[in-house]
């Protein structure tokens, strides 16, 4: 059990009301504006990540297989970035339709390149973010996000229940 | 021909997208005479001839229906070959046939006429036929589509228009011209020859202040048959959902597997969310609050609840949107801390920033 406040008197959270914990939960005002990775790091360390909604861009070693990155994904053998072959044209991270989840994209410059996955069939697995520069992730509703150069790995969430990518 | 907009071409293509937008939210009646003249158009620069037949229907579905009727009609009397012998598979079917009887296949016509009420609603067996022949016809590279520009696509249809009046590209837009004025004067149209089979416009559209198609109130698009889609931002939700939120239950909110229908519907939920846990006997195993970003600004809450069932539910929100999305967390996990990385490919501890 956590605590919210540090300081006496401390209160078991665990006696609020469903309601008084959605007001908690509703109380806190979103952050609207820019994530700006990149101001703070000049190349994130591997394995460190960011996360807009329901996906994942993680940060991964170009030289060497990113299974040790992505733990939670079932890979029976070696990931690596030559599994990335086919050039994605819109930046777009998420595939299907004209649902909200479709609209989480990367702007694509010349030293800024998506790549999907033409070996894995793995629903959990993302296209790759391959940038010689700074980028964008923008989103429609979810606040974009600037990171430094480097190679991402995007994931998807988890739905426990299904093991299946979130949906939505 | 211009590689480059002035501030005021940019200004004026926005008056051509507010146009466009207005014939895309039109409501009214179709005007015959204006259809029949843009028909004539698009037939001829489609087919190279005068319109055969111009049908209208109420709904896309009745039109789309009639086509793929009228198909099926001439085929049976070219060859005596009825819709029940494509549909068992009694007679070899070519490429070219599949080609053009396709979409009757993948249907029993029981479903063809449940579908005027709700086309999505396929049963299991025809769901099948529909994988396994959409499959079949991607190999062989097989285009099926008839269907045609409408007001519904106005959109794009607005920058072609605006390209064509004052970009300089007279030349290369010229073909889509007739699709223009069809666009304009139609909703979805199907060709088939020289027969054109077009839908009414609908009869009501919501959007909500986002432009998302959205009404808590009754359908979001609606036509004059009443065939009509349930949508809240812009998500399509099913039907009795909004009509009937009172009939919304614990068990089928926790049978949905898509985050957004099983938010809104734990929303509508009679009570709202807070009588959903009560409800499900929930029990709040954790809650905290952690940073947006590693730097420091802003945070969020999250709660973390047995609800009886084998996974506990994350409650929390993004931290830039403001919405509280209901999640299953992993079976066994006490803390909210457990249950985002049961969910999550990397601990939270290497998660820098979240939006």
Known sequence: MTYINSNPPKTDLRDLTATQVLNLINSNPPETGLRDVAAHYQGIPFGTGIRQGDIYLISVDPTKPMNPYLTRVNLSSALTVDDYTQANTTGQLVTGGTSKGASHRVVLTNKVKVFNNSRWINTLLGPLVKADETFMLTHDEHADIRLPQGVYQVVYQLDAKTMRQVQD | ?355
């Not at chain 2, 039907?239 to 734990?266: C, G, H, L, W």
């Not at chain 2, 709202?272 to 802003?298: C, F, H, M, Q, R």
């Not at chain 2, 996974?311 to 929390?316: E, G, I, K």
Request: glycine share 6%.
């Open chain 2, 1 to 355: 021909m211009k590689s480059s907009m002035t501030p005021e071409q940019q200004e004026l293509l926005h008056e051509y997208l507010d146009k466009w937008k207005d014939i895309f939210l039109d409501t009214s009646p179709l005007d015959m005479e204006k259809l029949r003249s843009a028909s004539e158009l698009y037939v001829r620069k489609l087919k190279r001839g005068p319109v055969n037949k111009l049908s209208v229907y109420k709904s896309p579905l009745t039109a789309c229906i009639a086509a793929k009727l009228y198909i099926l009609n001439q085929y049976h009397e070219e060859t005596g070959i009825t819709f029940y012998d494509l549909m068992d598979s009694k007679v070899p079917v070519t490429k070219k046939e599949y080609n053009r009887y396709y979409p009757l296949l993948v249907m029993s016509e029981d479903t063809f006429f449940q579908g005027m009420e709700d086309i999505t609603q396929l049963n299991e067996k025809d769901k099948f036929r529909w994988k396994v022949l959409d499959s079949w016809l991607r190999n062989e590279g097989v285009v099926h589509a008839v269907s045609g520009f409408g007001n519904h696509t106005g959109i794009w249809l607005a920058y072609l228009e605006y390209f064509y009046d004052h970009m300089g590209y007279k030349e290369e837009l010229e073909p889509f011209f007739a699709h223009i004025a069809m666009a304009k004067a139609s909703g979805w149209v199907w060709v088939v020859d020289n027969n054109l089979f077009v839908s009414e416009r609908p009869t009501q559209i919501h959007f909500n202040e986002d432009n998302e198609l959205s009404n808590l109130e009754g359908p979001s698009v609606e036509w004059g048959d009443k065939l009509s889609y349930y949508s809240i931002e812009g998500i399509t939700v099913p039907k009795y959902i909004i009509e009937n939120p009172a009939s919304i239950t614990v068990q089928a909110i926790n049978d949905t597997f898509d985050v957004d229908i099983k938010r809104f519907m734990m929303n509508l939920y009679q009570g709202g969310v807070s009588k959903y846990l009560e409800d499900s006997s929930a029990k709040l195993l954790d809650i905290d609050t952690i940073p947006i970003n590693v730097w420091g600004t802003g945070v969020y809450t999250r709660a973390l609840y047995d609800i009886g069932l084998p996974n506990p539910l994350l409650v929390a929100t993004d931290g830039s949107t403001g919405t509280v999305y209901y999640l299953n967390a992993d079976e066994g996990v006490t803390t909210c801390s457990q249950a985002h990385n049961s969910i999550s490919p990397v601990d939270e501890d290497n998660i820098l920033a979240s939006s």
